[in-house]
Structures are given as C-alpha cells and as structure tokens.
C-alpha cells in the first residue's frame, strides 16, 4: 500500500468502530460509553474528510454544530461534510432546548444520523445505545427506502439486518449471528421470506453499501471499496462487474446507488417468482401423489 493509500485511521483488531469526536469538549463526555466503539479525538476537522475516504463504513462522526461556530453561521463545516460524505453516520450532540428545535428539524433533513443532547443527565448507557442506532443508519435508510413495496414483513427484517452486518464489514455468518439463528435456520427464514440464499443478500448489501460510498462525492473507487471491506479497487469492480453488469465508471455517471438498488429490485423479484414457481411445483406433486394413492 502506498503512502498516498494508507488510512489515516489506525487498523483495530478487535472490530470495535471509531468513533471521531471532532470537538475536545466532547471527549470527558463519550469516554466511558457502554458498546463496541473506539473513542477518537486526534483527527481534527483539516484531515477530517483524508481519514473518511479510507475508513472503514462503521466509522461514525460527533460533531457539537456550534463548537468554533461564528454567530449567524448556518453550521458550514457540517454542512460540507453531509454533502461530500452522505453515507457516514454523523451524530450531532447539542442542547436540546425549546427554541432550537428549528435547528434540530434542519440538521435531521440535511441526514443527520442521530441527535444526542449535552448534559449531565445523559449518561454512558444511553449514549452507547444512540450510537448502536445511528452507525448503520445511512445504509439502512437507503436501502429501506427503496426497497419494492412488495418486498415482505420478514425479508425486510432480513435485509436491514444485512445493512447493519454490511456496515460493520460482516458476511454472512455474521448475518446469522446478528438474527440469532444458525446457518442452516438462516437459509430456511431466507426461503420462506423469499429471499436468495443468505450469502447473495450479503454479497449484494456489501456491493449497495460500495455504492452508497461511490455516491460520496469526497470519495474515489479505491476508498469506496476499502472502505467497504474489499481487498482492492479491483475486488470491487468485479463485484459490481458480476452483479450489476456495469463497470464503476458508467456506474458513478448514472447515479451508483440508485442503479444498484433498481437491480437489487429487480433479483428480489426473480426469486421472488422462482420461490411462487417452487411452491406450485410442490402443490401439483402433492397433488399427483395423492391421487397416486387413490
């Protein structure tokens, strides 16, 4: 790896997600929170958007909006950071007072992930479980939102847990571990919610979450595909070669994200029918057994 592709965030090895407090004041406050994050706070706003082109998708930001802000300001640092990295989880903490609230409603509608409030009150526990809310946020509100209205109760469940999986750099063993089931139940919730086999679905959440990072305008392919586990450039635009039929180059220019969600419709439907065309095969089975034995 050359020096102009070396992560400016240190590899972990016990897949706990950075977390970058972007703000001194807000370490004494996220230092002792409860669930899997590694606390941040040396990478400062200059090399913010160099550490998020090759950090990995559970990367997360908290940013205090109004910390070094000038009065009247409309909070510009945050602003381009949603515009050039829409795909990261940002979590603003701020107080939570009445006469904000326009403030807030405007934050939330630019993609803020979540709204943390400052105070004593506040304690380790809540704010580990606002962070576990807003680290697959992103992915999972793309992904919901576009989904078929067809798609069933039980393989969106499925699905959004393969965004979170996907999020955190998983495959599918880790999808089982998420639901809680083993391999072999896995497989049978994905046929009976007609879905593919649970591999495809995480191979095809890993190539929508790639996507939703080539969306990023502050990103190129090699950091999109770091970032969202593949070994290399390379790795990733087979992916996206074999699954979408496209290369990255034409894929980026018709909107990345919005055409790899269109043919990830497009196979929900295909086994969709194939699992209504299984399932009458099975019935004229039964059928010409019964009779069988008339």
Known sequence: MTAQN?????????NRRPVLLMEPGLVPLFRHVDGPFRMMGHVGWGELHDA???SPPSTMVVVDPYAGARLGERFPRLREL?????????VVAMELRRELAPEVNMLVEWGVSEVVPLG?????????????QAHARPLKRAVETTLSPLVRSDARQILMAAAEVAADGGQAPELGTRLRVSPRTLTERCTNAEL?????????????????????PGRTVYGAAYASGYQSDRSL?????????V??????RA?????????????????????WAAARQADRDEQQRRAARE
């Open 6 to 14: 070396t992560p400016l965030l240190p590899a972990f090895d016990d």
């Open 52 to 54: 998020l082109r090759r």
């Open 82 to 90: 949603l515009r050039r990295f829409p795909s990261v989880p940002v």
């Open 120 to 132: 004593r009150e506040v304690t380790p526990l809540a704010l580990g479980r606002r962070l576990e």
């Open 196 to 216: 593919p086999p649970p591999r495809t679905v995480q191979a095809w959440m890993r190539v929508l979450l790639a996507c939703m990072l080539l969306d990023d």
């Open 237 to 245: 635009r087979r992916s996206i070669t074999a699954l979408l039929g």
């Open 247 to 252: 290369d990255s180059t034409t894929l980026r």
């Open 255 to 275: 909107g990345a994200f919005k055409t790899a969600v269109k043919a990830f419709n497009v196979m929900l439907r295909e086994a969709r029918d194939a699992a």
